[in-house]
């Protein structure tokens, strides 16, 4: 089995990444308790987001980069990234990473078509939201997608940084996001992107009104089967 790297920024999401794999794992390998190796590096979360709220991807990517050196270091043979923001560096600094990576929007594009649906409602922060890390994979797929309202954009982010990242899951937010959800919905939705990987945390399947895709286990289910 490969050695999975774990290239995390928020304790929440990387921490659900990181518990799929290790519980998971034994669906993929058919023994009890197994999963394969993992090591996980993160610098402080406040480094990233410092760099985040300068629009400086460079330097995210160079985090993201020196990371990676450290995961291989320790022996890992490629890297995943359970956050779904900070894929707006992918491209900068994946050609320059001693391991390969696995790509958290690519995998949830690949399930969509898997799944057939069409037109994918986006949430996650607000840089995720107005990027083009989603679209450009969705619509290589041929599916198109959609993002909640401005103010709903906001507001979202807001719960996100102020709420998911550190570990507070109430339950107004969640039915926000169920109104949110709801709306997207009936613009013709026929599924949503949990695009945070603390999102997953406050909505599971059955609190939606779209099926969900949780980005964070659809990563590291990708993730053990390179793996095996």
Same mark, same amino acid.
Request: aromatic fraction near 8%; include cysteine; charged fraction near 25%.
């Given at each position: 089995m490969k050695h999975i790297g774990i290239v995390a920024c928020s304790a929440e999401g990387a921490a659900l990444c990181y518990r799929t794999i290790c519980i998971e794992g034994e669906k993929f390998i058919g023994t009890k308790y197994?999963?394969?190796?993992?090591?996980?590096? %993160? /610098?402080? /979360?406040?480094?990233?987001?410092?760099?985040?709220?300068?629009?400086?991807?460079?330097?995210?990517?160079?985090?993201?980069?020196? #990371?990676?050196? =450290?995961?291989?270091?320790a022996g890992a043979e490629f890297a995943i990234c359970p956050d779904n923001t900070i894929h707006q560096a992918f491209d900068l600094m994946v050609d320059k990473s001693p391991i390969p990576w696995l790509h958290i929007a690519e995998e949830i594009a690949a399930e969509a078509k898997r799944k057939g649906y069409q037109r994918l409602g986006i949430l996650g922060t607000r840089y995720?939201?107005? #990027?083009?890390?989603?679209?450009?994979?969705?619509?290589?797929?041929?599916?198109t997608w959609a993002i909640p309202e401005p103010a709903d954009r906001e507001r979202i982010n807001a719960i996100i940084f102020d709420e998911l990242v550190y570990g507070r899951f109430l339950p107004e937010s969640?039915?926000? /996001?169920?109104?949110?959800?709801? #709306?997207? =919905?009936?613009?013709?939705?026929?599924?949503?992107?949990?695009?945070? %990987?603390?999102?997953?945390?406050?909505?599971?399947?059955?609190? #939606?009104?779209?099926? %969900?895709?949780?980005s964070t286990r659809i990563l590291a289910r990708a993730a053990l089967r390179r793996a095996v």
């Open positions: 197994a999963h394969p190796e993992v090591t996980m590096h %993160t /610098f402080p /979360f406040h480094e990233y987001m410092a760099y985040i709220e300068a629009g400086d991807w460079q330097r995210v990517a160079d985090l993201m980069l020196a #990371s990676a050196e =450290k995961l291989a270091a995720l939201m107005e #990027s083009p890390v989603y679209p450009e994979k969705l619509e290589a797929r041929g599916i969640r039915a926000y /996001f169920q109104q949110v959800i709801e #709306s997207l =919905k009936r613009e013709g939705c026929d599924a949503v992107v949990l695009g945070c %990987t603390e999102i997953p945390l406050l909505i599971a399947e059955e609190d #939606s009104p779209l099926p %969900t895709l949780d």
